[in-house]
């Protein structure tokens, strides 16, 4: 334990290691009952289908909760100990091991596709696995979009050697990018984030200068894997990359549509809150812009790499928190006739984004948070603590970040964070216990119903971080309540602007690509009319051409149009806070329902059940008006402080 109280998870109720007895008998179980799939796939044609499909079922049930366990703690082990060489080679040999369960997938899909017109006399005589019929028919449809066996297996094959290696080579070129003091790429990437303007500044001046050294490569690992992925949509009969993107989000292009005409419609309101933060940083001297429009004045919009700037203060203006705290609350005084004044020293003591939190401190808060929608919600917070499902301590050998794996065994979750007592990691940790609680939630289903789509993956999450940050907003003082909404609004601002601009230049790239190749100068200029399109005048002249070269997931055959999901995600759990506000304790069933449900049916449908039509602006535009009172009160703030 750490100075912080920052626990090590226990893993003994899934595995005590990979040398124990239960490791080794769950690896036997898992290829044994491989081999039992594969018996029935030989022998399917001498059986009734219906009674065969069901023994088929019950006995990939026993398999895929191994194969989702195995995998997950696989990952889990190295991902706190990457320097461990078993817990690596474990890795790749689960990997190997799934290969081989695709392979019987694939089978197994063939065999219902020649037996399609069985599924109703299936159903009839089985009714137990009508919740099937969802992920069969998906199958099913699947199966139009798929090559012949020998065909996919030299395309993955193929692949290894083209689309991988292409996202290897950019991968491995952005990892080894380096400025002439030796500062990594990606460290000048994090200065983005830093309180001193010059320095964020000058590393986005070099960030840009290491892109466009190499950008002929860059090109040529876009051009390729775009190239690969339109050939093999042609071959496996998708018309454009955006519909296997939303076969594989469980979504129609209807419901997209309105999604995106929705943050469209909301562009004006972000692009106040843009330009409404630069006036702040330029007032206090917090930014190092030199942008000029056409006249020679000083631009009015932000500068890129000015949008998570912090709303801090320098050493030498390290009294213009409290003068701008005081400023405010006399506003307030002289509107309200209220004395909400406070001391420095209360101020001090009632710092939650300037405090280190203990990880005692941020437990008791988030599950106090939790408990404040629903008890259920609450309890399964206090299971997770108690029980030490969450490693948060930081240490060598570790991964960065955070995340949620989720065990069909046992039907419980790990966490891994790192905790350093900063306000936003207490987001995260109430983030990643959201998606814990998302699974908490599928218990009593098949296995096969764990796998819900990106579109939906984000909503427990991102509902919890909102409860979370909503309910700070109400204790926070008043330039704290102006830096967490700017923290909101940055981190939402980045999902739906950013994304949309991710989206319109990601929809270019295909459309062009599908015409010839592409040089580093037309992505250039994609990007830039991508970005004119989302952030207008948001943003000054300072902007990020090259943003083309750094996000990974364009330089993947998996992720085409990675980015409308997160949208999706977090506009459907602003509107579903939205809900909750309207309805009170009540919604937390519906709630509930909705998450249990993720894995069985089409986006659309789950919302109708829940009362939700996604597919109109109006749903959307539930989770839009969140952000517009908060942009609301960050301009309001922003004036009675700089005026």
């Known amino acids: 334990m750490n100075e912080l109280n920052s626990p090590r998870w226990n ?37 009734n289908f219906s009674f065969w499909l069901k023994g088929y079922l019950e006995q990939e049930e026993k398999v895929l909760i191994l194969a989702k366990t195995l995998h997950a703690y696989s990952y889990i082990i190295y991902s706190v100990d990457t320097t461990n060489t078993a817990f690596l080679n474990n890795i790749a040999f689960i990997d190997e091991l799934s290969l081989r369960l695709k392979k019987i997938d694939f089978e197994f899909k063939s065999r219902l596709v020649k037996n399609s017109k069985k599924l109703e006399d299936f159903f009839t005589r089985f009714p137990q696995f009508k919740e099937h019929k969802f992920i069969l028919e998906e199958k099913i449809a699947e199966t139009k979009h798929r090559m012949s066996l020998k065909e996919e297996e030299l395309a993955s094959k193929l692949q290894r050697t083209g689309g991988d290696a292409w996202d290897r080579l950019h991968e491995q070129l952005i990892s080894n990018l380096k400025d002439e003091s ?15 303007p010059i320095l964020r500044k000058s590393s986005y001046e070099k960030e840009l200068a290491l892109l466009k050294q190499h950008k002929i490569a860059f090109a040529a690992c876009l051009n390729n894997l775009k190239g690969e992925t339109i050939v093999l949509n042609s071959k496996r009969k998708w018309k454009t990359a955006l519909d296997r993107s939303l076969f594989a989000s469980r979504l129609d292009k209807k419901t997209l549509t309105a999604l995106i005409k929705s943050i469209e419609k909301s562009l004006p309101l972000w692009r106040k809150y843009f330009l409404t933060k630069a006036t702040f940083l330029k007032k206090n001297a917090l930014t190092a812009s030199t942008a000029t429009d056409s006249n020679g004045k000083t631009a009015k919009g932000l500068a890129f790499y000015d949008l998570f700037a912090p709303l801090e203060f320098s050493a030498n ?61 609450g309890n399964f917070a206090r299971r997770v603590f108690a029980e030490n499902w969450i490693d948060a301590e930081v240490r060598q050998g570790k991964v960065g970040g955070a995340y949620d794996e989720d065990f069909a065994l046992g039907h419980q979750s790990r966490i891994m964070t790192n905790f350093t007592g900063a306000f936003s990691d207490v987001i995260t940790l109430a983030h990643e216990i959201g998606h814990a609680f998302h699974f908490y939630c599928l218990r009593g289903k098949p296995a096969s119903f764990f796998n819900y789509p990106m579109t939906l993956a984000e909503t427990a999450s991102t509902f919890a971080e909102t409860i979370v940050k909503q309910s700070m907003l109400k204790e ?122 993720t894995g069985s049916m089409k986006s659309e449908d789950l919302c109708a059940l829940a009362g939700f039509d996604i597919s109109t602006t109006d749903f959307w535009n539930l989770g839009i008006e969140m952000y517009q009172k908060e942009i609301e009160e960050f301009c309001d703030l922003v004036k009675k402080a700089t005026d």
Request: proline share 2%; net charge negative; charged share 25%.
């Open 317 to 377: 203006t390290s009294n213009k928190s409290q003068l701008i705290d005081e400023k405010i609350n006399a506003a307030e005084i002289q509107e309200n006739n209220l004395n909400q004044s406070t001391s420095e020293e209360e101020t001090k003591n009632a710092s939650p984004l300037s405090k280190t939190w203990t990880f005692k401190e941020a437990r008791t808060y988030i599950i106090s948070r939790y408990e404040s929608f629903s008890q259920e919600m």
């Open 182 to 196: 030796g500062k990594t790429f990606n460290t000048l990437r994090n200065d983005a984030y830093s309180s001193d």
């Open 11 to 47: 893993l003994d109720s899934i595995f005590p290691s990979i040398e124990s007895p239960e490791y080794k008998q769950a690896l036997d179980d898992y290829t044994t009952g491989m081999e039992r799939l594969e018996n029935l796939l030989h022998t399917s044609h001498g059986f």
């Open 476 to 597: 926070c003082s008043q330039i704290e309540k102006l830096q967490l909404l700017d923290m909101d609004l940055q981190d939402a601002g980045q999902v739906l602007v950013d994304i949309l601009c991710r989206f319109y230049f990601e929809k270019s790239v295909f459309e062009q690509r599908a015409k010839g190749e592409l040089s580093a100068e037309d992505f250039c200029t994609l990007m830039k009319d991508a970005q004119q399109k989302s952030y207008g005048k948001g943003l000054n002249s300072e902007r990020h051409e090259y943003m083309w070269a750094v996000k990974s997931h364009y330089y993947s055959t998996d992720l085409d149009f990675y980015n409308f999901p997160y949208a999706f995600g977090q506009l459907f759990a602003a509107g579903l806070y939205q809900k909750y506000l309207k309805e009170g304790e009540s919604f937390a069933k519906t709630y509930k329902n909705l998450l249990s449900n």
